[in-house]
């Protein structure tokens, strides 16, 4: 027919696929294997344009690498526990395993429609009792390896809510739901050691070289590593007895000169014991825990000190005593929890010194040992040579610094230091809807690990949402078991695990899913790494760093042999649209506006900026109802074409009517002729040349992730094939198009190959190979110079004699009009290359 029903196609080919298990990964498939993976989505509801543009560019990779022989492996499944779940279940009185299963079964639905080319027989969600069981024997099998820990550290607590918060539930310190001040409180908490892998997972990011630039940046600046010196002062305290000493971290031992007070962690001991016999100390040192504990928060709250009376001596010059303060923007867990402050040099010291008028010594000058220049109204961080410093007067700062970490080390009051920002992860939540942590705590044996045997420890499924807090904690019987080893009565960990948990092995699950084991270790060594996965540079950090981490804890247990679980990252851009906002400034969707004027209110409206789509500023498209209309393969083809794939990409009703209308002409285009029946008409070398470099471009395209070039390259072939009178190359040319269109959008492609007899699926069908004769470029650019001096260029047949090539250069209106109609002097040529004119 000459329209393309899409509507029919789509449910077509998906059931075809469906049925035939057309996208099923073979394990022991001879072929090469190639792992496409896209970040599992969490399944809030439905599916956005954000999933489809993801996906979509995930599965033209996919079917690619099927049609270029590659046994691929692209899965689907579901990062199913969370924060989202449990809010469900407080406002809608429903269970959170309910609403995730019911959330599950519309997206799947939604994911189908769209035609991927997914292995839906590796489908898993991680709120599977068979996956988070596996989880629970990964965790204990790290526990028994030294890679887990428990200690007491801080949460956000919300004394009305009586319940922990996560960090983002804390606005402006205050609980969320509640409105409540934050307080901090201590817990016991697990940690996995992710610190004892930081130098690791630094220098391994090195080997990355398919990661976006920016990406492993990140990662670098999040692990933090940096070169100092640890070293210790000696303390008088404020009788004036010599009492202990204070030890304090610094990567400028350069500017120890510059020193004009120290500083110590309000949870730092010295602080502690000063706190004991001193209300005010107490008092300030409260006030220090409510304020924000995030490297960022120190960063911009005003700088602020006690003075503890005690004094310590300058290292190199025990006459100077400097004053030793309790301050906030020191914290706890970096370095030792103390420092010594240079105001001249520091920021944070600056700001500091002014407000307790202590000494601003400069040590380090952008000018010359002789001719010092100095900052007055901020510190000064940059190069320079080192002033009023003794025996380091007129050294570099490289210089310097090895030369006291040097003295220091000689002198045995301290030693050169590497120290890494990375912080160990902690994995406990005080919530329901996650992997519970699988141990028994006793009276008498301590923490017990669940044996395995009885793993997976369950999450219960009668609970409560009805009062705050966690319901496994106040649930009547779950937690009460016998302790495995003496069996006395004995208590559950009450612990979740984070979530990003779940996320650091799902795709190791997908490539190996045994029952009795998490995966079997042959079989998964055979897919990973990842070769390419692709999704949303929001998960630059974490996710990213723990799924590296855990993936060597699993090789340093011997689980895999594997360091980097993916070989090939991509990150691409948002899905955006245009904003609309009511005269006095509400965000409006397009749904209350009718001809500019907002329906309810009858004011006018106004058109604002595009921005990420969000349900906050009203600015979603539900990609489902534009499936419905457009079909998917429109749809598909929309969030291809449109920009570069890293880039933002704006959804606009034109765009993916263009895209509709293409679809079609397509259609006419490969239906107008039966596939490569009609052969008359002679050859049309042109055409032939256009469809084999075509080919051979949007391969490239496509492995290089740059669908939207792939998309114009098929945009000039179709061109090409509409204009060429029929010929076998014509037939050719058409036949070539369908196929490279197919990972792009396979339900007409199958739809087209079904209508000409093609056998079996197009999606078997192999990528159409290219004749690199017919690549080689047979015109060149050559360079028109007058007297040296380019001017002009032109395109020449390779090989055109001189004097042709000569006669054409003098052709070129630039050059006529440089010679005012005098003739030449001299011409030069170089053939295939260049012409000069010498006027
Ligand atoms: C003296 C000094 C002089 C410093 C100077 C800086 C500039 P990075 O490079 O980010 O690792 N510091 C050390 N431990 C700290 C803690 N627990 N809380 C807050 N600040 C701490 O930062 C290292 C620098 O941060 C260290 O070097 C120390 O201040 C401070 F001109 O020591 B510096
Ligand atoms: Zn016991």
């Given at each position: 027919?000459?329209?393309?029903?899409?509507?029919s196609a789509?449910?077509?080919w998906?059931?075809?696929?469906?049925e035939?298990?057309?996208?099923?990964?073979?394990?022991?498939?001879?072929?090469?294997?190639?792992?496409?993976?896209?970040?599992?989505?969490?399944p809030?509801g439905?599916?956005?344009?954000?999933?489809?543009?993801?996906?979509?560019m995930?599965?033209?990779l996919?079917?690619?690498?099927?049609?270029?022989?590659m046994?691929?492996?692209?899965?689907?499944?579901?990062?199913?526990?969370?924060?989202p779940?449990?809010?469900a279940?407080?406002?809608k009185?429903?269970?959170?395993?309910?609403?995730?299963r019911?959330?599950?079964?519309?997206?799947?639905?939604?994911l189908?429609?769209?035609?991927?080319?997914l292995?839906?027989?590796?489908?898993?969600?991680?709120?599977?009792?068979?996956?988070?069981?596996?989880?629970?024997?990964?965790?204990?099998?790290?526990?028994?390896?030294?890679?887990?820990?428990?200690?007491?550290s801080?949460?956000?607590?919300?004394?009305?809510?009586?319940?922990?918060?996560?960090?983002?539930?804390?606005i402006?310190?205050?609980?969320?739901?509640?409105?409540?001040l934050?307080?901090?409180r201590?817990l016991?908490?697990w940690?996995l050691?992710?610190?004892?892998?930081?130098?690791d997972?630094?220098?391994?990011?090195?080997?990355?070289?398919?990661?976006?630039?920016?990406?492993?940046?990140?990662?670098?600046?999040?692990i933090g590593?940096?070169q100092?010196?640890?070293?210790?002062?000696?303390l008088?305290d404020a009788?004036?007895?010599?009492?202990?000493?204070?030890?304090v971290y610094t990567?400028?031992?350069d500017?120890?000169?510059g020193?004009s007070?120290?500083?110590?962690?309000?949870?730092?001991?010295?602080?502690?014991?000063?706190?004991?016999?001193?209300p005010?100390?107490?008092?300030?040192?409260?006030?220090?825990?409510?304020?924000g504990?995030t490297?960022a928060?120190?960063?911009?709250?005003?700088?602020?000190?006690?003075?503890?009376g005690y004094?310590?001596?300058h290292?190199?010059?025990?006459?100077?005593?400097?004053?030793?303060?309790?301050?906030?923007?020191?914290l706890?867990?970096?370095?030792?929890?103390?420092?010594?402050?240079?105001?001249?040099?520091?920021?944070?010291?600056?700001?500091?010194?002014?407000?307790?008028?202590l000494?601003?010594?400069?040590v380090?000058s952008?000018?010359?040992?002789d001719?010092?220049?100095?900052?007055?109204?901020e510190?000064?961080?940059?190069?320079?040579?080192?002033?009023n410093s003794?025996?380091?007067?007129?050294?570099?700062?490289?210089?310097?610094?090895?030369?006291?970490i040097?003295?220091?080390?000689?002198?045995?009051?301290g030693?050169?230091?590497?120290?890494?920002?990375?912080?160990?992860?902690?994995?406990?939540?005080?919530?329901?809807?996650?992997?519970p942590i699988?141990?028994?705590?006793?009276a008498?044996?301590?923490?017990?690990?669940?044996?395995?045997?009885?793993?997976?420890?369950k999450?219960?499924?009668?609970?409560s949402?009805a009062?705050?807090?966690?319901?496994?904690?106040?649930h009547?019987?779950w937690?009460?078991?016998?302790?495995?080893?003496?069996?006395?009565?004995?208590?559950r960990?009450?612990?979740?695990?984070?979530?990003?948990?779940?996320?650091?092995?799902y795709?190791?699950?997908?490539?190996s899913?045994?029952?009795?084991?998490?995966?079997?270790?042959?079989?998964a060594?055979?897919?990973?790494?990842?070769?390419?996965?692709?999704?949303g540079?929001?998960?630059?950090i974490?996710?990213l760093?723990?799924?590296?981490?855990?993936?060597?804890a699993?090789?340093?247990?011997?689980?895999?042999d594997?360091?980097e679980?993916f070989?090939?990252?991509?990150?691409?851009?948002?899905?955006?649209?245009?904003?609309?906002?009511?005269?006095?400034?509400?965000?409006?969707?397009?749904?209350?506006?009718?001809?500019?004027i907002?329906?309810s209110?009858?004011?006018?409206?106004?058109?604002?900026?595009?921005?990420?789509?969000?349900?906050?500023?009203?600015n979603?498209?539900?990609?489902?109802p534009?499936?419905?209309?457009y079909?998917?393969?429109?749809?598909?083809?929309?969030?291809?074409?449109?920009s570069?794939?890293?880039?933002?990409?704006?959804?606009?009703?034109?765009?993916?009517?263009?895209?509709?209308?293409?679809?079609?002409?397509?259609?006419?285009?490969v239906?107008?002729e039966g596939?490569?029946?009609?052969?008359?008409?002679?050859?049309d070398?042109g055409?032939r040349?256009?469809?084999h470099?075509?080919?051979?471009?949007?391969?490239?395209?496509?492995?290089?992730?740059?669908?939207?070039?792939?998309?114009?390259l098929?945009?000039?072939?179709?061109?090409?094939?509409?204009?060429?009178?029929p010929?076998?190359?014509?037939?050719?040319?058409?036949?070539t198009?369908l196929?490279?269109?197919?990972?792009?959008?396979?339900?007409?492609a199958?739809?087209?190959w079904?209508?000409?007899?093609?056998?079996?699926l197009?999606?078997?069908v192999?990528?159409?190979?290219?004749d690199?004769a017919?690549?080689?470029?047979d015109?060149?650019t050559v360079?028109?110079?007058?007297n040296?001096?380019?001017?002009?260029?032109?395109l020449?047949?390779k090989?055109?004699?001189?004097e042709?090539?000569?006669?054409?250069?003098?052709?070129s209106?630039?050059v006529?009009?440089?010679?005012?109609?005098k003739?030449?002097?001299?011409?030069?040529?170089?053939?295939?290359?260049?012409?000069n004119?010498v006027?």
């Open positions: 027919s000459q329209r393309f029903n899409a509507l789509d449910a077509r998906q059931r075809v696929w469906d035939r298990r057309t996208f099923a990964a073979n394990d022991s498939s001879p072929k090469p294997k190639s792992y496409v993976l896209e970040m599992f989505p969490y809030s439905r599916i956005h344009m954000g999933h489809v543009r993801n996906y979509t995930g599965d033209v996919a079917r690619f690498r099927r049609m270029n022989g046994e691929v492996l692209h899965p689907m499944g579901w990062d199913a526990f969370g924060m779940a449990e809010n279940a407080m406002e009185g429903v269970h959170p395993g309910g609403w995730t019911d959330n599950i079964a519309t997206m799947k639905a939604q189908k429609r769209l035609g991927f080319a292995d839906w027989t590796r489908e898993f969600a991680t709120c599977d009792p068979e996956y988070y069981g596996h989880e629970q024997a990964i965790f204990l099998r790290f526990l028994a390896a030294g890679l887990v820990y428990r200690r007491e801080a949460v956000n607590w919300d004394p009305v809510d009586m319940t922990v918060l996560a960090n983002e539930q804390v402006d310190g205050r609980g969320w739901r509640s409105g409540a934050v307080e901090k201590k016991n908490q940690f050691k992710i610190t004892d892998f930081a130098e997972l630094l220098s391994g990011l090195a080997d990355l070289k398919d990661w976006p630039e920016k990406v492993r940046l990140m990662q670098e600046n999040w590593k940096s100092g010196l640890t070293f210790r002062f000696a008088t009788a004036g007895t010599g009492e202990g000493v204070v030890e990567t400028r031992p500017t120890i000169f020193a007070f120290v500083a110590v962690a309000a949870d730092h001991p010295l602080a502690q014991s000063v706190a004991a016999g001193d005010a100390a107490q008092a300030f040192i409260e006030e220090c825990r409510r304020g504990t490297a928060e120190l960063e911009t709250q005003e700088k602020k000190g006690f003075d503890t004094k310590a001596a290292p190199f010059d025990p006459t100077i005593q400097l004053p030793v303060y309790i301050a906030n923007f020191v706890m867990d970096y370095g030792v929890g103390a420092v010594f402050g240079v105001p001249a040099h520091d920021q944070r010291d600056f700001e500091f010194a002014t407000k307790y008028k000494p601003i010594r400069r380090v952008e000018g010359t040992k001719s010092p220049e100095f900052h007055e109204a510190a000064y961080t940059g190069p320079g040579t080192l002033v003794h025996f380091l007067d007129g050294m570099d700062i490289e210089d310097a610094k090895r030369e006291v040097l003295r220091a080390e000689a002198g045995g009051w030693e050169g230091t590497t120290v890494y920002r990375l912080r160990d992860w902690g994995i406990s939540r005080q919530r329901y809807w996650g992997t699988p141990i028994i705590h006793c008498d044996c301590g923490a017990v690990p669940v044996p395995l045997d009885q793993l997976p420890v999450l219960p499924e009668d609970v949402f009062v705050p807090g966690n319901p496994l904690d106040r009547p019987t937690k009460h078991v016998a302790c495995p080893s003496c069996g006395k009565d004995a208590v960990e009450t612990d979740t695990l984070d979530t990003f948990a779940d996320s650091s092995w795709f190791i699950r997908f490539a899913q045994p029952d009795d084991k998490p995966f079997d270790k042959a079989v060594e055979q897919w990973l790494p990842v070769g390419q996965y692709i999704g540079v929001e998960h630059a974490l996710h760093l723990y799924a590296r981490f855990w993936t060597r699993l090789q340093h247990v011997g689980m895999i594997l360091a679980p070989a090939g990252l991509f990150t691409q851009g948002m899905v955006t649209h245009e904003t609309y906002k009511s005269s006095d400034g509400r965000w409006l969707s397009p749904g209350e506006i009718e001809d500019g907002e329906v209110t009858g004011q006018p409206v106004t058109v604002g900026r595009v921005e990420k789509m969000s349900k906050s500023k009203k979603t498209v539900d990609p489902e534009i499936v419905d209309q079909g998917a393969d429109a749809v598909r083809w929309f969030m291809l074409s449109d570069p794939p890293e880039r933002d990409l704006e959804w606009s009703e034109n765009g993916i009517e263009g895209a509709w209308r293409f679809i079609q002409r397509l259609w006419r285009l239906a107008s596939g490569g029946s009609a052969a008359d008409g002679g050859e070398i055409l040349k256009t469809a470099r075509t080919v051979k471009g949007v391969a490239d395209a496509i492995e290089g992730l740059q669908f939207n070039k792939a998309v114009a098929i945009y000039t072939l179709a061109n090409a094939i509409e204009k060429a009178a010929s076998q190359d014509r037939s050719d040319a058409l036949a198009l196929r490279i269109v197919a990972p792009m959008v396979p339900h007409l199958e739809e087209a079904a209508a000409q007899g093609g056998e079996g197009i999606a078997d192999a990528w159409p190979t290219v690199p017919l690549l080689v470029d015109e060149v360079a028109v110079q007058v040296g001096k380019l001017r002009d260029t032109i020449l047949p090989g055109t004699p001189r042709i090539a000569e006669a054409q250069a003098l052709a209106e630039k006529a009009r440089l010679l005012e109609g003739p030449p002097r001299k011409v030069i040529v170089v053939p295939d290359r260049l012409v004119i006027a």
